[in-house]
């Protein structure tokens, strides 16, 4: 169908570009600029920048082969990095 078309050209620019602002903002603002840090209260927040990176890495991962074979649910890609990004920004205890 149309729709399903743009969908298949539209997700892996959204993917690629939130992997990549995850990916940028991971290595410059928390690493070599030291701005900020993800929970910077946390025991290991060295933890929570990994995550946050492997998070905008596996965004890039889903771009890269979304881009390369459709899948048989084109929102399916989207909808795991969404939720491993919701199940990050849980505050666990």
Known sequence: SRSGAGLALF???LLAG??????????????LLGLHRIRPASEAPLLWD?????????SLGAA??????????????????????LA???PWR
């Open 50 to 58: 990994l995550l946050f990176l492997g998070l905008g890495l596996a």
């Open 88 to 90: 990050a920004a849980i």
């Open 18 to 31: 939130f992997g990549f602002w995850h990916v940028a903002d991971a290595v410059f603002s928390h690493w």
């Open 11 to 13: 997700r892996p620019g």
């Open 64 to 85: 890269f082969l979304s881009s390369r074979r459709p899948p048989r649910n084109p929102a399916l890609p989207c909808a795991v990095v969404l939720a491993a990004g």
